[in-house]
Nanobody, 127 residues
């Protein structure tokens, strides 16, 4: 399964960007989709996840209230809308797909829970 990302780039603090990703699998609606990021010199960080039907979404505390994860299963596409960007949001962002369907513990926040990864896209927040 291929995960293909688009979007990203350079934005000023307080600005907005939207990331998109799609998969090559026709069963897109069965995957939990997630976003992770990795800043220079740091490990991977969970950003957000959304379940297959798009009913439930989950966020890292650092982005809650500023980022929104969504999906359009008719278009086989997931999105990460990033508003009120901060310099600390600068990182390579990865779209991921997982077979997990339970969110009763924190496993979905772990990179190990995700089976397929996009190529990564750079987001730089700077004035």
């Amino acid at each position: 399964v291929q995960v293909v990302q688009s979007g990203g780039g350079l934005e000023q603090p307080g600005g907005s960007l939207r990331l998109s990703c799609t998969t090559s699998d026709f069963t897109f609606e069965t995957y939990t989709m997630g976003w992770f990021r990795q800043a220079p010199g740091k490990g991977q960080e969970f950003v957000a996840a959304i379940n297959g039907p798009g009913e439930n979404s989950y966020y890292a505390d650092s982005v809650k209230g500023r980022f929104t994860i969504s999906r359009d299963n008719a278009k086989d596409t997931a999105y990460l809308q990033m508003n009120n960007l901060e310099p600390e949001d600068t990182a390579v962002y990865y779209c991921t797909a997982s077979y997990i369907t339970r969110f009763t513990n924190d496993y979905y926040r772990s990179a190990q829970a995700y089976d397929y990864w996009g190529q990564g896209t750079q987001v730089t927040v700077s004035s």
